[in-house]
């Protein structure tokens, strides 16, 4: 995932990486250099990993999870959870109030064409 969004990022969205974020992550023994760049990368777009020291990145990704990253590369901050909400509520609700996401349930285990639907969604919008 780490991959796909930060390529739809700076190549759709035309976003620019944030390089004095140093996104160091402890779990990433193993990875290629590519996945770990990608990783940084993700980070550094403020999408993945803010604030972390783990990133874990051979679990699967949730609908929860998939959802806040891609409401973060489209609208920044602006559904970020603030209050009793769950983290990825508001992120989730935005994307289905804009056509881009229809099953909101947070616990769906991600697709890569599924994901691949929402962004090709989310670039026509």
């Given at each position: 995932m780490a991959k796909m969004i930060s390529i739809?990022?700076?190549k759709?969205?035309?976003k620019k990486l944030d390089t004095s974020l140093k996104c160091e992550f402890t779990d990433l023994n193993g990875q290629t250099k590519i996945t770990k760049a990608y990783i940084k990368y993700s980070c550094q777009l403020g999408l993945m990993?803010?604030?972390s020291k783990t990133f874990t990145p051979n679990n699967k990704v949730t609908r929860a999870?998939?959802?806040t990253v891609l409401s973060?590369?489209?609208y920044g901050t602006t559904y970020t959870a603030h209050g009793s909400a769950p983290y990825y509520q508001d992120h989730l609700n935005a994307l289905k109030e804009?056509?881009?996401m229809n099953n909101i349930t947070p616990t769906i285990k991600e697709t890569i064409g599924t994901a691949m639907l929402m962004l090709m969604r989310a670039a026509n919008k």
């Amino acid at each position: 995932m780490a991959k796909m969004i930060s390529i739809y990022d700076t190549k759709v969205l035309g976003k620019k990486l944030d390089t004095s974020l140093k996104c160091e992550f402890t779990d990433l023994n193993g990875q290629t250099k590519i996945t770990k760049a990608y990783i940084k990368y993700s980070c550094q777009l403020g999408l993945m990993g803010i604030d972390s020291k783990t990133f874990t990145p051979n679990n699967k990704v949730t609908r929860a999870e998939f959802g806040t990253v891609l409401s973060r590369a489209l609208y920044g901050t602006t559904y970020t959870a603030h209050g009793s909400a769950p983290y990825y509520q508001d992120h989730l609700n935005a994307l289905k109030e804009n056509g881009v996401m229809n099953n909101i349930t947070p616990t769906i285990k991600e697709t890569i064409g599924t994901a691949m639907l929402m962004l090709m969604r989310a670039a026509n919008k």
